[in-house]
């Protein structure tokens, strides 16, 4: 029986729609209690800078995306040559999406310009309906150069490919699941305030100097690849044989 297999690569890509943001706050204190009661008047004013927030920009954060967690951590201090506990550090954390990309920047500038807040670099992705569909598209384009080689070595070897039919395949995906960070608008506070600020400075430098205005976060393109190997073999031709068929 003739069989062969054929590889191709195949890709899809689109914009993203969604933008994923995550701050936290921490606070210390001798003891777990005292920890949280010191944290608890620096979420009250995170909440409500997030709703001020969305109400000078005219933002909707995507529905059931808001998700908070917190947790507690020993607090230890080095000093004359040993480590000693001092206390407990208590973290709370709040992300949430958006799919007003325009806004991005705003949102981020805004966020690092909070005291007190933790800023985490904003990622990008696409809902669970729009990377299904990226990646049926990635799938389809490797199928048709995996088809279209395997009917070039078909004519090349002088053979019929309609003769074939696929009898294997395997497919391997590739996801990206978020966009260049190729810069941000920064300001002093923003510096100040971002545990991300010694990174971006020297991605600002790096870009040539320019102003710090002109330096924008840019999503890039959500992207799926595919690897798919396609087996091929002789198709089975049935023939009667008196009053018994058989395969050949």
Not at 10 to 21: R, S
Not at 47 to 71: D, G, H, I
Not at 95 to 117: G, H, M, P, R
Request: net charge negative; aromatic share 6%; with cysteine.
């Amino acid at each position: 029986m003739e069989a062969t297999t054929v590889a191709a690569a195949g890709l899809a890509e689109t914009e993203y729609t969604i933008a994923n943001f995550s701050v936290s706050l921490s606070a210390k204190g001798t003891t777990v209690p005292t920890a949280k009661s010191r944290l608890k008047s620096q979420i009250e004013a995170l909440n409500a800078a997030l709703t001020e927030l969305k109400e000078k920009l005219a933002l909707e954060f995507v529905k059931n995306s808001v998700r908070t967690s917190s947790n507690v951590q020993e607090d230890w201090n080095y000093s004359n040559h040993k480590n000693e506990m001092v206390g407990y550090v208590v973290t709370y954390s709040v992300s949430f999406q958006i799919s007003e990309l325009d806004k991005v920047n705003e949102v981020f500038d805004a966020l690092t310009s909070l005291s007190n807040v933790r800023v985490a670099n904003p990622t990008f992705g696409l809902k669970p309906a729009q990377r299904e569909k990226l990646s049926k598209k990635a799938l389809k384009n490797a199928f048709d150069k995996a088809r279209d080689r395997f009917e070039t070595e078909c004519q090349v070897l002088g053979l019929n490919a309609e003769d074939f039919e696929i009898c294997s395949w395997e497919a391997t995906y590739h996801d990206s699941q978020r966009g260049d960070n190729v810069g941000r608008r920064l300001s002093a506070r923003a510096l100040s305030n971002s545990l991300e600020g010694a990174p971006i400075a020297a991605a600002a430098s790096a870009l040539g100097g320019g102003s710090s205005d002109q330096i924008d976060l840019v999503s890039g393109l959500a992207e799926v690849n595919v690897n798919l190997e396609v087996g091929y073999a002789r198709k089975h031709h049935t023939v009667r044989v008196g009053s018994v068929k058989v395969s050949e």
